[in-house]
């Protein structure tokens, strides 16, 4: 089996389809431009039947993006095939995503279709997909919800019409992670070694990263994420977690990508900024408090070695690590901001300057530099002006 996972990117299309997010062309090509960047795989552009907006973008980044495959979504539906086929003819790296649903309540309740008329489909949409474009993946809607068996014939009616990769999305976030390992393990028994299986996985349970990775350990070759982890409802597979974490833990899944990892926090910040979703300061990886560290003992521990309670050097993520000075920060850090700051300190200073510090953050805030230089300028005169031409002031 291969050891390179392909990192498949749907911020612009299931990412998009986030409730009150509607980007412009203009602002998805901007994105798209940052995801060559970061180095993704495919990027998956849109949905161009869905809306002339969708459109546009899908066919904007074929004809701007080079490198990266250009994925466009499509049901098992005339109109939607040849909208998708439109939009990608400018890249010379077309992908078409060709998606039917095969869990019960899916063609019962939406499709009203038999499980026979839903693998003719696929079988016919697959076979259209292929005669346009050689790159074709197909993706069985809510499989985590599908009879097991259904699933299986669903996906090889697939493999013999022309897909060359397989998705099976989790797209209610409902699997548990080892139900859904075992799940990618029996699919993959059944695929021929040339096609690739994906999975797709939604955080409905908060499991999206984990299921992502469990299947990438059942032998899953493509993942296919959001940035930020943005997406329907609770949203997709965070790109950014998952990327890390097989970088990190190379130990446990052997397994490549060609991620720049140095481009992930500026591609989290402009996806929050132009989708207008703010990314949590807890967020694993870009949160802005994933790399900060404000307890006395942890500041100690980071100043002395920062492995002590860093894993992964923030500067490789394109972030910096940033000790926070807070209440429960200790006179370390407080000194290692008024270095950087260039500001000529005593020992009491610090701890006058440490007394006050504790007073303004009470009240869980943090103290900014400008803060702390008002701070050192509220000390007795004396003291300050002994230091103030070290400042050249
Ligand atoms: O969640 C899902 O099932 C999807 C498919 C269209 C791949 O987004
Ligand atoms: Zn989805």
């Not at 973008?57 to 095939?81: K, M």
């Not at 400018?90 to 279709?113: D, N, Q, Y």
């Not at 940033?322 to 006179?331: I, Q, T, Y």
């Amino acid at each position: 089996m291969s050891d390179r996972v392909i990192i498949f990117d749907t911020t612009l299309r299931d990412g998009e389809q986030s409730p009150r997010v509607a980007l412009t062309v203009a602002e998805k090509v901007e994105i798209a431009h940052q995801l060559a960047r970061l180095g993704v795989d495919v990027i998956e552009a849109g949905f161009p039947v869905s809306s002339s907006g969708d459109f546009d973008a899908v066919r904007a980044i074929s004809g701007e993006i080079s490198g990266p495959t250009i994925a466009a979504l499509a049901r098992c539906e005339e109109q939607d095939l040849e909208a998708a086929i439109r939009a990608l003819e400018p890249t010379a790296h077309a992908r078409l995503h060709v998606f039917i649903a095969t869990s019960p309540v899916h063609m019962e309740a939406k499709l009203k279709l038999k499980p026979d008329q839903v693998l003719e489909r696929i079988d016919r949409f697959v076979r259209f997909a292929r005669q346009h474009v050689a790159d074709v993946e197909f993706s069985a809607e809510d499989a985590t919800r599908s009879d097991r068996d259904f699933l299986l014939d669903a996906v090889c009616v697939a493999v013999e019409a022309g897909a060359r990769t397989i998705n099976i999305p989790d797209t209610v976030g409902y699997a548990m992670t080892d139900e859904f390992r075992q799940l990618i393990s029996g699919v993959r028994a059944e695929l021929p070694d040339e096609v690739i299986l994906s999975v797709h996985c939604h955080d409905d349970l908060g499991l999206a990263v984990a299921n992502s990775l469990a299947g990438i350990l059942a032998g899953a070759r493509q993942v296919e994420v959001a940035v930020n982890g943005i997406g329907e409802r609770a949203g997709n597979a965070a790109l950014e977690e998952v990327g890390v974490a097989l970088a990190a833990r190379r130990d446990v899944f052997d397994v490549q990508h060609q991620l720049n990892l140095q481009e992930m926090y500026r591609t989290s910040q402009l996806v929050s900024r132009l989708t207008g979703m703010v990314v949590q300061p807890n967020k694993a990886i870009v949160g802005a408090n994933a790399f900060r560290h404000e307890s006395g003992i942890h500041q100690d521990g980071i100043l002395k070695d920062p492995r002590t309670y860093e894993f992964l050097d923030a500067t490789a993520l394109g972030q910096g690590s940033h000790l926070v000075l807070g209440k429960h920060s200790g006179r370390h850090a407080l000194s290692e901001r008024l270095e950087r700051l260039g500001i000529a300190y005593t020992v009491e200073d610090l701890r006058q300057m440490q007394h006050q510090i504790k007073k303004l953050a009470e009240g869980k805030r943090v103290i900014n530099d400008e803060e702390l230089y008002r701070i050192w300028q509220s000390l007795p005169q004396s003291e300050v002006g002994n230091r103030r031409s070290s400042l050249g002031s």
